[in-house]
């Protein structure tokens, strides 16, 4: 399903099954980022309707033991048909650096643009550098910090990728 991972990872569309599996592996992941706060934020994001109504739109990468090792839960967009959309995504921290991020973008905006599909959206919190920084480096646009972008006080960047100014290196599902 995605060939460019490190030796001793596989990928597969996501299962129910998985659902406490993520959940239980995000405060580890985003390092405790905004601290409680922050856990009650990450576990409200990834409700199980994720993984029972976006599983095919959406990736799961594991260890040859069955470990997991990374996510990323994304959609085609119901309201825009020319729009796919990421909305959460995490790697292992012991595997960061090592191309398994890329490799799950690379993969949806293959099935994005087997799709149709022409734009990916995502977004990220002002305090997470290094999504912002990984997505920069995946040729998204950024925009500004915007306030109450989620609500009250819960602002946000926007990233913006057109899939037809940046050829997809690998298109698989
Ligand atoms: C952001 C995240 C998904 C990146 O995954 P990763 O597997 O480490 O990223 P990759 O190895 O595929 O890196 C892809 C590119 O982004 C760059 N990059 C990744 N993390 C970076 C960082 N912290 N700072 C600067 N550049 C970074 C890499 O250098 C690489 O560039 P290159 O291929 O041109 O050399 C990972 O750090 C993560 O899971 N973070 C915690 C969860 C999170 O913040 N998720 C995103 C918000 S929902």
Known sequence: MISDLPVGLSARHLAHE???????????????????AGATERALLLPRLYFQHFATSS????HDDGGIAAFLVGFL???????????FVGVDPSLHGQGVGRALYQAFFGLSQSHG????????S???AASQA????????????KPDYDGPGIDRVTFTID?????VTTCRQ
């Open 18 to 36: 998985d659902h406490p599996r993520v959940l239980g592996v995000l405060d580890t992941w985003w390092g405790g980022l905004k601290g409680a």
């Open 126 to 128: 002002p305090e997470n």
């Open 163 to 167: 899939l037809t100014a940046n050829p």
């Open 117 to 124: 599909r022409r734009y990916v959206h995502c977004i990220t």
């Open 59 to 62: 990736f799961v990468v594991e």
């Open 77 to 87: 967009s119901q309201s825009e048909p020319d729009t796919a959309y990421v909305h």
């Open 134 to 145: 990984f997505h920069t480096r995946l040729g998204f646009t950024a925009s500004a910090v």
